[in-house]
């Protein structure tokens, strides 16, 4: 019969096909079913020949045994806030019986739904796993129990090879002889990486959604039970939705496996993913305290600052330093609108095509970062009453009000460096829900520190705008001059002579020689180029007379006041002994200035500001602990009590008729404190107190230049130091002062009761 004889629907052909085919079928059903059996046995032999050659040559489990997760230094305000982590990892230990059950179940289910079952191994999964590799030839697939990821984790490296694995392997069936499952899932839940930095759950719980792990609901847990699988692929933050198909997985695994009933089920899907605001290395409450704390614990544990679960207790309180922070910030940024828009940071060429200009619009964004809520933005359409920007995704239209500090730019007859245009970077700030406006990130800036006057602890502390653009700190770095506010120091130091707060000295225009200020013929000026006669000393410190303070050193001498000043903590060599002293002409920083005036809140005595209260470890138990002497120590006494109970009437009358008389806005009795504005008006100051805290304020640039023609330390200055103190001091009733033995009152005014060296002298520079 020949070949055409035969067609193709042929019951003869068809039979002999069918003949044929079975056997090869059926083989092919019957390895696909031995196929996993096969493998698993191939599996057990090759583990045992394994065990036989290389199971001495395992590592030792002392690390698991003995176990010492690298915890990141962590700095606390007093009352428990976390203002700080420093380390390359961010850890949280948390015991066993500490996490929950929720936790546990989600991690089992997506991880490893037999962990409690195994021996280390799931010989099935494992013989699936190899029946794919061997298919896929030689690619991985996973099959790793929790045990072998936890071997993995502490003794292997990230290669994929078949020899790893069943190291892998008889690491974890070792694992299981030495430890219980409960012991290995802590282990587990401590140790693995979870992305951004995380390792632990603890610290995923943090990161991600910014609460501990205990307070996790049943889609939270899943969502970061699927980050062990791919940290970066699974990143809620990064990836929402994969992270929510992988969540849906986990939840279905949970379901089916009884740990959570329908109702759950369904709860958790419904749930809307509430992720933590990225804190970008803690978005911060006091930056600044917490890189000194780490400094300061760098001193002294060197290499374990890091990694040894260092606890780093400060004195921070974080309701001041709440107040102080958006004090300082609305101090400047209320300066900086007053003087106008200064136009974009820069411009760049934008692509016609929409593609590229994204990305270079992109890169732009990135280049400039974002200041806190100052965004970066490129603008990318102008009209007259809008303005179109971009930060890479969707456009954002800025009109109506979100214009009006920027109109000056949208003129036609704008200069160019300032004109907006296509391509310009810019900032935007959201003022409402969807309502954005054009501003700009302020160029000056500012520190405040608050102390208690008692011991010096630093209650709060913020060293300029914003730390992430310059991490430079004012408080305790910047040596500036303090103009007026220094004055209080050259008083005391006159009535350590025998001055009087009732002394009159002559508010008269004077002529320094060149040899007494140690550089040129000088002329001083007062600040409003009034001369008033003679006046006492109360009158010339509420009024900030310079030449009254002038005349006063001059009295005293220049020597003794540089002398004297070594009491209240400065660097004498930062003020020469000059005629110029008197104005402020020296150095100080805002930290030293704190300390000084203390001592005029606290009755004479001398306190060393303090950051850090005690250092704990990981268990809590104290490493350290700060003894501060404190007011009231008569071996840290610096001054007579009743000198720095005149200083402080003077300071008071500052504030009650003085140059900071605007303070009487808080309707506080117990105020006091000094204004400081130093030559052209480069320096902004005040420092001022109650009996409890002490603060000073310093507004200035870092580069000195002026902050304007009438601009001074009561206009700019003050005003963020009664915000601070407005809010610090709410709780607190009026400290009214007593009088302390050897000062009598007479009339309005206070007195020695007895004659002291050099008193008597009622009048000076008055002829």
Excluded at 167 to 181: D, G, S
Excluded at 374 to 387: K, S, T, W, Y
Excluded at 446 to 468: C, E, K, Y
């Amino acid at each position: 019969m020949s070949r055409s004889q035969i067609s193709p629907d042929s019951p003869a052909r068809s039979r002999a096909q069918s003949t044929r085919r079975r056997p090869r079928w059926g083989k092919l059903a019957l390895i696909a079913l031995a196929a996993p059996f096969v493998a698993a046995a191939t599996v057990v032999l090759a583990l045992g020949l394994a065990v036989l050659l290389i199971n001495d040559r395992l590592p030792p489990l002392d690390g698991l045994i003995a176990y010492k997760p690298r915890i990141p230094l962590r700095i606390l305000s007093a009352d428990g806030i976390l203002i700080g982590e420093f380390g390359e990892e961010r850890r949280t230990f948390v015991p066993i019986h500490e996490v929950p059950q929720v936790m546990k179940d989600a991690l089992v289910a997506a991880e490893d739904a037999r962990f409690f079952d195994h021996v280390g191994v799931d010989l099935i999964g494992v013989a699936r796993a190899a029946v794919v590799n061997m298919m896929a030839r030689g690619t991985e697939q996973g099959a790793s129990t929790i045990t072998m990821q936890l071997a993995r984790e502490f003794f292997l490296s990230p290669e994929r090879t078949y020899s790893r694995k069943i190291v892998e392997i008889l690491l974890a069936l070792k694992i299981e002889e030495t430890l219980t499952k409960e012991q290995i899932l802590e282990l587990y839940i401590n140790q693995i990486f979870l992305g951004k930095r995380a390792y632990g759950f603890g610290a995923a719980a943090q990161t991600y959604f910014g609460k501990p792990l205990a307070e996790l609901t049943v889609a939270e847990a899943a969502m970061l039970a699927g980050l062990p699988k791919a940290p970066s692929r699974f990143n809620p933050m990064v990836n929402p939705k994969r992270a929510t198909e992988r969540q849906r997985y986990i939840l279905r695994r949970m379901r089916e496996a009884g740990f959570i009933a329908d109702t759950q089920y369904q709860a958790a899907l419904e749930e809307p993913l509430r992720l933590a605001r990225p804190r970008g290395d803690l978005a911060p409450l006091a930056p600044y305290a917490a890189e000194m704390a780490r400094q300061l614990a760098y001193d002294l544990y060197r290499e374990d600052t890091y990694s040894a679960g260092l606890v780093v207790h400060t004195t921070i309180l974080a309701s001041e330093q709440t107040a102080a922070r958006a004090a300082v910030k609305n101090g400047i940024i209320e300066y900086d609108r007053r003087y106008g828009y200064r136009g974009p940071e820069r411009f760049i060429e934008l692509a016609s095509n929409n593609q590229r200009a994204n990305a270079q619009i992109e890169s732009a964004v990135a280049e400039a970062d974002d200041v806190e809520e100052f965004l970066a933005a490129v603008v990318v359409q102008v009209a007259p009453n809008r303005v179109v920007v971009s930060r890479g995704a969707e456009p954002i239209t800025v009109q109506g009000e979100g214009l009006r500090f920027a109109a000056s730019a949208l003129r036609e007859n704008a200069s160019p460096a300032r004109k907006l245009r296509r391509g310009a970077v810019v900032r935007i700030v959201e003022r409402k829900a969807g309502q954005y406006e054009i501003t700009q990130v302020p160029e000056v800036e500012a520190a405040l520190v608050g102390l208690s006057t008692a011991d010096g602890a630093v209650r709060a502390l913020v060293g300029g705008f914003d730390f992430s653009r310059n991490k430079f700190n004012r408080v305790t770095q910047a040596w500036r001059q303090p103009g007026s506010s220094f004055k209080p120091f050259i008083f005391s130091a006159a009535l350590e002579r025998g001055f009087m707060t009732s002394t009159l000295v002559n508010d008269t225009p004077v002529q320094i020689d060149p040899k007494r200020t140690g550089n040129q013929l000088w002329e001083p000026k007062n600040y409003d180029g009034k001369f008033e006669g003679p006046m006492t000393l109360r009158e010339a410190m509420a009024k900030s007379k310079n030449m009254v303070s002038i005349r006063l050193l001059d009295a005293i001498g220049p020597q003794y006041a540089q002398d004297y000043l070594a009491r209240f903590g400065f660097d004498t060599e930062r003020h020469p002994p000059y005629l110029t002293m008197a104005l402020g002409a020296g150095s100080v920083t805002p930290w030293q200035m704190a300390a000084g005036y203390a001592v005029f809140a606290n009755g004479g005595y001398r306190v060393e500001p303090y950051l850090i209260s005690r250092i704990t470890d990981s268990q809590g138990r104290v490493l350290a602990q700060a003894r501060p002497p404190r007011a009231g120590d008569e071996e840290r006494r610096v001054i007579d009590a009743r000198n720095a109970f005149l200083v402080d009437s003077l300071l008071q009358s500052v504030v009650a008729n003085g140059t900071a008389v605007r303070a009487q806005t808080l309707k506080r009795n117990d105020l006091a404190g000094k204004t400081g504005t130093t030559n052209d008006a480069h320096d902004a100051w005040f420092a001022g107190y109650n009996p409890r805290l002490v603060s000073v304020v310093w507004v200035g640039y870092d580069q000195p230049r002026k902050l304007g023609e009438r601009e001074t330390g009561g206009g700019l200055a003050l005003p963020i130091w009664m915000s601070y103190m407005g809010q610090a001091l709410a709780r607190e009733p009026d400290r009214p002062r007593s009088v302390p033995a050897g000062v009598v009152r007479l009339l309005d005014e206070f007195y020695y009761s007895e004659v002291r060296p050099g008193q008597g002298v009622e009048k000076l520079g008055i002829d």
